[in-house]
């Protein structure tokens, strides 16, 4: 049973090929999975308008590098911030960039971000932000009943970006140029935090992902190259790895998907001409999240807390965000 929040997700495009907004849509079956995804010509983005008017974000908020957030009324209303989050002068992305050193954090957090928080109830505040809800979502691995009061069932969150730059200083190695890009979080954990992470001296970056199970340790799975140890004591440590050469370099375009159903999560890679480069899944049925509360987010969430300098900074620029349920 979809609840009355699920029917209010308008596709607004442009046409199928030409489509500028962020964009939330319910689907009644399996949805579809294709082999490709579209790339950033195919998004009429005008540099001269906001990330508002370029993107539906009716169903976000955004937390900035202070800690402070606004709302979805604010970010609505034409809101941009210089050197934070604003359009693109010559290619119309949004830009999300974020100066870790002297930055503030949230209270669950000792990391900055410059990042995107979903929240399904839109400007309706009377309804919490935390909680199963009409804000939040649901695996479909949960109970009939939590599936009826939550906001939406299963998800798949798909973007088009670019990194720009991550951090060059850090005093921790496995910190320096990590960033996560987009992430599936739930009462506490993360079923899912999706890296870019890049060495000051390698010409191009890694991508990988962790599944945060609730009482267990971290799993990570290296997606392009071999950066972290992907299960153990040191599991998410950079391990020494070279210069991936399948990975991503700074200002290549290329894609996400992150897709739940029920117990599987699905992340696929794809790169600049629409091509699926790297697909993994994850059987989630031990990872305790069936009967959980979750949101998408999707921006720049810093992974170094260690920079050394406060000129040096994170920044990437997304040209499609679609969250659909």
């Known amino acids: ?37 579209s790339t950033t010509a195919s998004y009429n983005l005008n540099p001269n308008l906001t990330p508002s008017e370029n993107f ?30 604003y359009t693109d002068s010559k290619d119309g992305g949004m830009v999300f960039k974020n100066y870790p050193k002297g930055a503030g954090t949230t209270v669950n957090s000792t990391y900055s971000r410059v990042e995107l928080r979903e929240m399904l109830r839109g400007k309706n505040s009377s309804i919490d932000t935390k909680g199963i809800n009409s804000n939040n979502w649901v695996f479909s691995s949960s109970t009939k009943e939590n599936q009826e009061i939550a906001g939406a069932v299963d998800g798949v969150l798909r ?19 990590r960033i996560i890009i987009g ?67 700074l200002n290549e375009e290329f894609s996400y998907r992150i897709e739940v159903k029920g117990n599987l999560l699905k992340v696929d890679l794809f790169d600049e001409s629409g091509k699926n480069i790297s697909s993994k899944e994850i059987d989630m049925s031990t990872s ?38």
């Not at 929040?5 to 294709?34: E, M, P, Q, W």
């Not at 800690?67 to 809101?79: C, L």
């Not at 973007?159 to 140029?177: C, F, H, M, W, Y």
């Not at 009462?187 to 199970?213: M, N, T, V, W």
């Open 56 to 85: 539906d974000l009716s169903h976000w908020k955004i937390t900035l590098s202070s800690g402070e957030e606004k709302n979805v009324e604010e970010i609505n209303n034409g809101f941009t911030l210089d050197n934070q989050f």
């Open 159 to 177: 973007a088009t970006l670019k990194i720009n730059r991550v951090t060059e200083t850090s005093g921790s190695p496995d910190q320096v140029g």
């Open 288 to 325: 305790g999240f069936a009967n959980d509360w979750l949101y998408f987010k999707a921006g720049i969430y810093s992974a170094n807390k260690k920079v050394l300098s406060s000129s040096d900074y994170e920044q990437a620029t997304f040209y499609k965000l679609e969250a659909n349920h």
């Open 1 to 37: 049973m979809m609840s009355l929040f699920n029917r209010k997700y308008i596709i607004n495009c442009i046409s199928i090929s030409f489509c500028a907004a962020l964009i939330y849509g319910c689907s009644t079956g399996k949805s579809s999975v294709n082999n490709n995804e």
């Open 183 to 249: 992430q599936i979080h739930a009462s506490d954990d993360e079923p899912i935090r999706l890296y870019y992470h890049k060495q000051p001296d390698h010409r191009k970056g890694a991508i990988y992902f962790a599944h945060e199970p609730r009482n267990r340790p971290d799993i990570y799975e290296n997606m392009l190259g071999n950066y972290v140890s992907e299960k153990g004591s040191t599991a998410g440590k950079y391990n020494g790895s070279s210069s991936p050469s399948n990975g991503i370099a």
